[in-house]
């Protein structure tokens, strides 16, 4: 498979779009983004995180052969089983990779341990609690169902079936399944390798002088982190200074390296916004204005049809619109399916008096009952306050009041793989 980049108009919005909503803006997105990257092989055992760019079919069956669920003895049930049950016990044992030789004559029983591949002559098991042996005879009282204790032959999988999608991003859960089934090399595609580079005079790494009205950087360590949790290739393309020239430098740089580049600021219509101007003039640009707080601008553009994401400047904006958008967007690229956050109703632990006309996300954590507290300010300069809270409280659209105790929208990070 060869890669495939977006088309040049991919993010262009209809003429007459004015606000966009949340839910509209991340429908565009799924309906306009596609795989970018090419297709390679890997280990079954070594693919956590990686996506699936085929289906998985299983190569064995499981469990592959009938066996036991518990300790006990297996004979064939008849009919005329009724009253106390009598068998003789016949020499051997089935055990877990050691089975019983031979077929079980009729009206003997076998002792048979967990997991062991049940007998020819043996349909049915008694655990050894239910059992008394006497003189070389097990004892049992009827009344069991013929298949009692006895996994059955692809009772989980059966071979050839389809066990896993492609588009699925993997975990540790389908690298077991995998295995049970004997699948060893699988198609995945390669890792989606996202640049995250900061713009503006002002921003210095960690380190740094900032002697002369600069602040650190904040944005980048953040988003190059986030990119590895969500199983990218980070690639960090540093800072670039308030230049048309240097960010045209900086945007071939990152067209050889990347398949997806974030930035953050720079991205409005201000004199010192380069690279909104060097991507609207020469690339393509396009400012969708979300009805979101925070962050409401957000830029998608394409440079030599490389996606570019413009991130607020702000880190707080900018964590909140990499989770929002960046995030499925990323994957949607990466080759999986689409992906949204894991989230649930929760008490809130505060009160608030909301607008219409936007979505709101407050920075949140829940206290010990379970119930959501929210972060003393709203105010999205305040970084300490995404590093305090441990998920997202998610507003809707319309106006609304909250009090204590009403239920509201929780987003865990860990809902968006944090």
């Known amino acids: 498979m060869t890669a495939r980049g977006l088309k040049n108009d991919c993010f262009a919005l209809p003429a007459g779009v004015d606000w966009t909503p949340v839910d509209e803006a991340l429908d565009d997105l799924r309906r306009r983004l596609h795989g970018v990257t090419d297709v390679e092989t890997c280990a079954a055992a070594t693919a956590a995180g990686r996506i699936l760019a085929e289906p998985v079919a299983a190569r064995r069956a499981h469990p592959p052969f009938s066996n036991s669920a518990v300790d006990g003895y297996g004979f064939a049930l008849l009919d005329d089983h009724t009253g106390q049950v009598s068998m003789a016990l016949s020499a051997g044992r089935a055990a ?68 896993l999608p492609a588009g699925r991003v993997l975990g540790p859960q389908d690298l077991a399944l995998m295995a049970s089934v004997g699948v060893q090399d699988i198609n995945v595609f390669k890792r989606l390798r996202v640049g995250v580079l900061s713009t503006g005079d002002e921003i210095a790494a960690v380190g740094q002088d900032v002697s002369v009205a600069r602040i650190y950087d904040a944005n980048r360590p953040m988003l190059l982190a986030m990119i590895k949790k969500w199983g990218g290739v980070a690639v960090d393309l540093g800072r670039v200074d308030d230049s048309r020239d240097a960010t045209r430098v900086k945007l071939n740089a990152a067209h050889d390296v990347v398949d997806v580049l974030i ?141 204590p105790g009403d239920r509201v929208r929780y987003f865990p990070y860990a809902g968006f793989g944090l």
């Open 96 to 163: 877990a990779g050691s089975p019983f030789e031979g077929v079980l004559p009729a009206g003997q029983a076998v002792r048979i341990l967990t997991g062991a591949q049940v007998p020819l002559g043996v349909d049915t098991i008694v655990l050894e609690e239910d059992v008394d042996l006497e003189n070389g005879r097990v004892e049992f009282a009827a009344g069991l169902k013929r298949g009692a204790n006895v996994r059955p032959k692809s009772e989980d999988v059966a071979k050839g079936d389809t066990i």
């Open 263 to 403: 930035t953050t600021g720079g991205a409005s219509a201000g004199d010192e916004d380069h690279l909104s101007a060097i991507l609207r003039t020469e690339g393509q640009l396009h400012s969708w204005r979300i009805a979101l707080k925070p962050g409401r601008p957000l830029a998608l553009g394409q440079w030599n049809r490389l996606p570019v994401f413009g991130l607020p400047g702000n880190p707080v904006a900018a964590f909140i619109c990499a989770l929002i958008f960046v995030r499925p967007a990323l994957f949607r690229l990466g080759g999986a399916d689409w992906i949204e956050a894991a989230g649930f109703d929760v008490p809130a632990a505060f009160s608030k008096v909301k607008k219409p006309g936007r979505r709101e996300y407050l920075r949140a954590r829940l206290d010990v009952s379970g119930c959501a507290q929210v972060f003393a300010s709203e105010g999205s300069g305040r970084v300490s306050g995404i590093s305090w809270a441990d998920g997202l409280v998610e507003l809707g659209d319309k106006a609304r009041t909250v009090s």
